[in-house]
């Protein structure tokens, strides 16, 4: 059983940044991260494969960084240039084994 934890959320003004945390209870792969904004569905923001190849979609292209520390078991998300838009619950995941793992989810609040 893999557990997941994720910090760093809160209230940010149109602008601003915000680095999220999310941190593992055993060794890491893939890893990805979601967010689930009010009445949407859970939706990709991010990837890291264990080399490091990253996957960005567009809609946070160049404004986000996913990053890992393996001999932290933890990855990173670097959020610039935060948008209203970006407002949401957003979530660590990993899938071991045929089995998808999630973080109970942080709030990211983007507002004036």
């Known amino acids: 059983q893999v557990q997941l934890v994720e910090s760093g959320g809160g209230l940010v003004q149109p602008g601003g940044s915000l680095t999220l945390s999310c941190a593992a209870s055993?060794?890491?792969?893939?890893m990805a991260w979601y967010r689930q904004a009010p009445g949407k569905q859970r939706s990709l923001v991010a990837s890291?494969?264990?080399?490091?190849?990253?996957s960005t979609v567009a809609s946070v292209e160049g404004r986000f960084t996913i990053s890992r520390d393996n001999a932290k078991n933890t990855i990173y998300l670097q959020m610039n240039s935060l948008e209203p838009e970006d407002t949401a619950v957003y979530y660590c995941?990993?899938?071991?084994?045929?089995?998808?793992?999630w973080g109970q989810g942080t709030q990211v609040t983007v507002s004036s």
């Open positions: 995941n990993m899938v071991s084994r045929g089995t998808q793992y």
């Open positions: 055993g060794a890491i792969n893939t």
């Open positions: 890291i494969a264990t080399d490091g190849t990253r």
